[in-house]
């Protein structure tokens, strides 16, 4: 499990946290994969061959410990994303996000936001930090309209890149 999270440059202290082994059987051959919880107990899973879930299929929301006081909630299309991020943060490269406050939301396909609404409508302030491609623009202006512009959008933070992760590999 920790090799492919290695080759993605994901901090392994990071996901150990984060994710779990899971072992499952599928046509009667047994496989494993990094699984990342969803808030309905299904699982996101990934391995260099495979990318899938266990289902139901839901969103995943992380609440920090103690006071959210801006109640800030960062949101990200993918559970990569979301180690990437932590990563990124955890080695001072995302000087920024160093001393914000923030929930956290994967959407876990952005076909799901509208799962995320309600739990966002909770929030003072909406931060996406989605992939530079067409789904990710399409996801932003979504969010963007269903909060009359009370949504940010950080994905500059990787221009040039794909995703968190392509960044965090350069």
């Not at 496989?31 to 391995?47: K, T």
């Not at 920090?64 to 001072?92: A, P």
């Amino acid at each position: 499990m920790l090799a492919y999270l290695r080759e993605r440059k994901i901090d392994t202290d990071v996901a150990r946290n984060e994710c779990v082994e899971v072992h499952y059987a599928c046509n009667g051959k047994r496989y494993y994969a990094i699984g990342f919880r969803n808030r309905s107990g299904g699982y996101e899973l990934r391995n260099r061959w495979f990318k899938g879930c266990i289902a139901p299929k839901d969103i995943s929301h992380m609440k920090q410990d103690g006071e959210n006081e801006n109640k800030i909630c960062l949101v990200f299309e993918g559970f990569i994303d979301y180690l990437s991020f932590l990563t990124l943060r955890k080695h001072g490269r995302l000087p920024c996000f160093d001393s914000m406050e923030s929930d956290f939301i994967v959407l876990n396909s952005v076909s799901s936001i509208g799962k995320a609404l309600p739990l966002l409508r909770e929030y003072d302030k909406t931060v996406c930090l989605f992939d530079n491609d067409a789904a990710g623009r399409n996801a932003f202006a979504s969010l963007y309209k269903a909060f009359n512009g009370n949504a940010e959008d950080m994905s500059s933070l990787c221009e040039g890149f794909k995703d968190l992760n392509d960044y965090l590999n350069a």
